[in-house]
Nanobody, 116 residues
Framework: QVEMMESGGGLVQAGESLRLACSPS?????????VGWFRQAPGKERVVVAH??????YYSDAVKGRFTISKDNAENTVYLQMNNLEPDDTGVYYC??????????WGQGTQVTVSS
């Protein structure tokens, strides 16, 4: 079962930056149709933050202008650059990927905590 592996979370102060990275556990899992990030804040539902679908990036209104999602096809890695972080960005960030067929692949999540 292919999983996604996240890294890069941590504890920062408001206004600081973090970069998350995500790669598939199976390096033969390549060229997904969609790869992206969800966030789950304490006591809340998982919500989409950003994704790349057919090489086009999409962002939630809450992060537009502050976050940048990118793909490095050579490294088979997707990044989420998060700038000017706010306390409301706090949560567990989950990477996911969709291929044309088969189930959605999820990572185990990485914690991001932004203090005010």
């Amino acid at each position: 079962q292919v999983e996604m592996m996240e890294s890069g979370g941590g504890l920062v102060q408001a206004g600081e930056s973090l970069r998350l990275a995500c790669s598939p556990s199976d390096r033969t899992f390549t060229n997904p149709i969609t790869v992206g990030w969800f966030r789950q804040a304490p006591g809340k539902e998982r919500v989409v933050v950003a994704h790349i679908t057919y090489n086009k990036a999409y962002y939630s209104d809450a992060v537009k202008g502050r976050f940048t999602i990118s793909k490095d096809n050579a490294e088979n890695t997707v990044y989420l650059q998060m700038n000017n972080l706010e306390p409301d960005d706090t949560g567990v960030y989950y990477c996911y990927a969709d291929q044309q067929v088969g189930p959605r692949r999820w990572g185990q999540g990485t914690q991001v905590t932004v203090s005010s």
